[in-house]
Nanobody
């Protein structure tokens, strides 16, 4: 079992930046894929960015070029640097850790990001 704790959400004006952090504990050595998802009110949860243990990164088209995911395997942390934020980025952001792309994995409790126009 992997436990995930997110931090770094908040309120920011459009065009601003935020950095989200997530720390994994427990059976963190079994984690291959770490990522960030988000869920806006009335919408389904969607993948924002993922990173493998080897550092291969994947981004949703809507955030490519604005968001950067990074990972520290020694510290079992994954960060999401979000720049040029838009009001449509407003959502609860969830950290995810999974052994593979096909596995559901573990979820954090989420952190709210609100971007004002």
């Amino acid at each position: 079992q992997v436990q995930l704790v997110e931090s770094g959400g908040g309120l920011v004006q459009a065009g601003g930046s935020l950095n989200l952090s997530c720390k994994a504990s427990g059976s963190a050595l079994s984690v291959n894929i770490m990522g960030w998802y988000r869920q806006a009110p009335g919408k389904q949860r969607e993948m924002v960015a993922q990173i493998t243990r080897d550092g291969v990164k994947y981004y949703a088209a809507s955030v490519k070029g604005r968001f950067t995911i990074s990972r520290d395997n020694a510290k079992n942390t994954v960060d999401l640097q979000m720049n040029s934020l838009k009001p449509e980025d407003t959502a609860v952001y969830y950290c995810n850790a999974a052994p593979s792309f096909r596995a559901v994995g573990s979820w954090g409790w989420g952190t709210q990001v609100t971007v004002s126009s």
